[in-house]
């Protein structure tokens, strides 16, 4: 405790002092693609504090000379965004002069403390456990993550609460170590999940434990070794070619309206690229002229422009401008796979899949294997195949490198000769 003279010095100081203090805000990325963390950066009587926010924003969308969000409808969630860093600055002046009324000489150590009692969680409560946390951190990303998003880190919890359940025991940041990684590996491998499935578990977690070391929850790193790693697999994908997709166009499903709809729906998508949560959402303002598609898309908020192929125009065309609701995703692919049926898209397909451990494979007729993505890749693949350049592909699909676009490909060995025959090296 400080001595009277000294206190009284320091409150003396307090209005000085709080103009001194100065508050900006920086990325900790400022030159990658992807969305970067925000850092608050405090100034004080020659003194610099570099405070992690929590919050992540694209640099594109960050105005560099304002030190806040570009106000864009790029992105358009700029207000709630340069509000809340409104309230973490008055949060940090208000820290800042806490300590100066209680007499004490600000430092790094003693803002930040003040900082997390403000930000993060009540004094009492100290720092929060795994499970606090994560609830914590679900809250905030509600406003800012798509409800998909948030879905996958409700499920990413849900298996971890199991797994506790199994193993009789409560899990907090020091127990996720390799023998805990090894241990939930193996509980989701018995529950019969498939490879991917349980590696978007460890990447859920992963963001999870990124999230609260970043703020100094978390001191537990051995999550980032290379041994902890997101088990992954290449499942099979299809696409339909060009005569395939034909078939389904030309079915006539006059006595089903809802089939009717569907069908339209999932053509837009074989002939846009779009994803089913932007193809389903198309609205009579996205058609430019009759002729091109104008749409920020709803997973990585990038405006592309699709001219549109006469089906597509045919399709609009029948219903006025104004299409159809789509049904659930689920639901929608439940019909894609009877609209394959009716259209006799019967030729058998390979399947292998890890399951539960096991290796297994299946002969599946093609029809079975479609669902709302395989309208994407088949645009990709059939305009790949036509000879369209990939970066003139990628301008619609959105696909950041080449190598993570060709992987979206899909085409057989013999399609892939076929294409070479037209190569010039060949003739």
Known sequence: MPAPEKKNHYIRRVKTEYKMAKVTFKLKEPKIKDET????????????LKYSTGERIKPAFWNTADHKAKETKKFSEYPEFNARLELLKSNAFTAYRKILNDGDEPTNGLLKKELDKIIRFSESAGKPDLF??????IEECRPIKAKGTILVYERAKKHLENFCKS???????????LEFYNSFIGYLTKEDYSQNTIGKQIKVLKTFLNEATERGINTTVEF??????????????????MEEIDKIYKLDLSKDKQLDEIRDLFIIGCFTGLRFSDFS????ENIMDGNKIRIRTSKTNELVIIPLHKYVKEIISKYNNKLPKALSNPKMNLNLKHLGSLAKITDKMETAITKGGQLKKEAKEKYKLIGTHTARRSFAT????????????????????????????????????????????FK
């Open 382 to 425: 059939n305009l790949y195949l036509a000879g369209v350049p990939s970066i003139t592909i990628m301008k619609i699909t959105g696909h950041q490198t080449e190598k993570n676009f060709l992987r979206y490909i899909r085409i057989s060995q013999e399609e892939n000769a076929n294409k070479l025959l037209d190569h010039p090296f």
């Open 37 to 48: 963390l925000v850092y608050m950066v405090i100034n004080y009587n020659n003194k610099r």
């Open 167 to 177: 193993v009789n025991k409560k899990i907090d940041f020091s127990d996720i170590d």
């Open 281 to 284: 959402q198309l609205k009579p």
């Open 132 to 137: 606090s946390f994560i609830d914590k951190f």
């Open 224 to 241: 980032k070794k290379k041994k902890f790693k997101r088990p992954t697999e290449e499942p099979e994908k299809i696409y339909l070619n």
